[in-house]
């Protein structure tokens, strides 16, 4: 009888150990990388991205069952490539030395900022945007000069395809690698950060683990972003700027609105032009190609849920644009849907939706709808649409929030993060370089140091020093 031994296979914390080794270790011999080096990078990965476009937008057609190529263009390749032009146009800015102020004493030295890698940089992404929420961490982290593991979400298999290929062909697994495995391993590993983009749920058992290392972090979350419309602004362009923020991608936005607070007096007018230019925005209704599917059958099942718990508790559901009966011929589809009459006791009413589902409630001035924001956990985004007057700087003073207004997150120069319990933390920008940089405080000391002459022993020149500096 022959006795086969079985080679036994390295558990997922075991290889995350060994690829983090191996990165560090690359870290340690070569140093940070110039400003040429990185610039190349990051052209090289634009480069790639532009020329498998056809690929991505396949691969997330796949694995969301239906989701339109425009959407995917615009905010997947179009949000990175944009991101990668911003960084590469203001790299030598950002790395560039920053001179302080120097303290009276040694005002014959000098102080200076340099921003240093930090190392090694872990990237969890999510589903909803499984290409621009996957890298751009990962280009801000080689801008800043990092090496980065990536671990995408396993809702997307077909684009982590193409993504793993993308990365394989550009960078050795020592600079840059994607990984697949256990996510509570992943946030286990002692990296010198870790970017989290996800529910907030998840997010504090990413930070509970990290914590353990004393690993800092990012984190992107979500939360329930409310859309404020002010008094007499129910208009088309209004609208039409709600319809596009919450059904793009099916409404599986982090940043999409959750909710709207509409003045009490226009709701009807609101439905009326909600469900008026959802039917422009989709003449072909929910099973066009253009109006994207639930990423899959669990989610699907959450947001039904959501909409029977409201409607048990005597919400009104309304299904709005054309013929949305249709939604039920194509696998995990939902048609957009306004919810009213929303109470406390809901669930719709605390949980985010990920979904082209929107409660509205009434409100009566504009304290009253502020109240209503704050007495929520602080939410990733605020939309207000009404004029640049009282009520609006009310609005931006009163409430705080990751970010305010429509397509913030399109913004470069613009930092992006949460606040409280949507995330801590922002990248995009400077502020994205910054996070993923170590600010080294340099002072070169002077020929002539005054601090010397407080040295021991004391005497009364020291009291006469100490009495001119604390007066």
């Not at 634009?46 to 989701?67: H, Q, V």
């Not at 009566?364 to 939309?383: G, K």
Request: contains cysteine; aromatic residues 8%; neutral net charge.
């Amino acid at each position: 009888m022959t006795i086969t031994e079985v080679t036994p296979q390295p558990t997922d914390a075991e290889r995350f150990g060994h690829i983090l080794a191996v990165q560090r270790a690359a870290y340690r011999r070569d140093g940070a990388p110039s400003l040429a080096a990185r610039r190349r990078d990051l052209s090289r990965f634009k480069a790639a991205l532009i020329a498998r476009r056809s690929a991505i937008e396949e691969a997330i057609n796949t694995d969301f069952g239906n989701r339109s190529r425009h959407e995917t263009a615009m905010m997947e390749l179009g949000g990175v490539v944009q991101g990668i032009d911003y960084l590469e146009h203001n790299l030598r800015r950002f790395m560039r030395p920053t001179g302080r102020h120097t303290a009276l004493h040694m005002r014959w030295g000098t102080n200076r900022i340099e921003y240093q890698p930090l190392g090694v940089v872990g990237v969890i992404s999510p589903w909803n945007y499984p290409v621009n929420l996957s890298l751009m961490p990962v280009v801000t982290a080689i801008a800043a000069g990092n090496r980065v593991m990536l671990k995408p979400s396993k809702f997307t298999p077909a684009t982590n395809t193409v993504l793993a290929s993308i990365l394989s062909e550009l960078f050795p697994p020592e600079q840059v690698t994607i990984v697949s495995g256990d996510g509570a391993a992943f946030s286990s590993l002692p990296f010198d950060h870790l970017v989290f983009t996800g529910s907030t749920e998840v997010g504090r058992a990413v930070m509970k683990a990290a914590s353990e290392n004393l690993v800092p972090v990012t984190l992107e979350l979500g939360g329930k972003s409310p859309t404020i419309v002010a008094k007499g602004h129910v208009r088309d362009r209004t609208v039409s700027d709600i319809v596009f923020g919450k059904l793009l991608s099916g409404g599986q936005t982090c940043i999409a609105p959750d909710y709207a607070l509409v003045h009490e007096s226009e709701i009807d007018a609101f439905i009326d032009s909600y469900d008026r230019l959802v039917k422009a925005a989709y003449p072909g209704g929910p099973t066009s190609k253009d109006y994207t599917s639930i990423i899959n059958d669990k989610q699907y099942a959450i947001l039904t849920d959501l909409i029977e718990d409201a409607r048990s508790r005597g919400a009104r559901i309304i299904e709005v644009g054309h013929r949305p009966g249709e939604a039920a011929h194509r696998p995990h589809t939902l048609a957009p849907t306004v919810v009213l009459g929303v109470t406390d006791e809901m669930r719709i009413a605390h949980e985010e939706i990920f979904g082209p589902i929107l409660p509205i409630f009434p409100y009566r001035d504009i304290d009253e709808a502020i109240d209503y924001v704050n007495a929520r956990p602080r939410p990733l985004a605020l939309y207000y649409f009404g004029s640049n007057d009282a009520d609006g700087r009310k609005v931006l003073d009163r409430t705080t929030s990751g970010n305010v207004t429509v397509m913030h997150v399109g913004q470069d120069d613009l930092p992006f993060g949460g606040v409280g319990a949507s995330g801590m933390g922002q990248y995009h920008g400077i502020e994205g370089f910054r996070t993923l940089s170590h600010p080294k405080g340099i002072y070169v000391q002077g020929r002539f140091n005054a601090v010397r002459l407080l040295y021991a022993p004391f005497n009364k020149r020291t009291d006469a020093l100490l009495n001119f500096f604390l007066r």
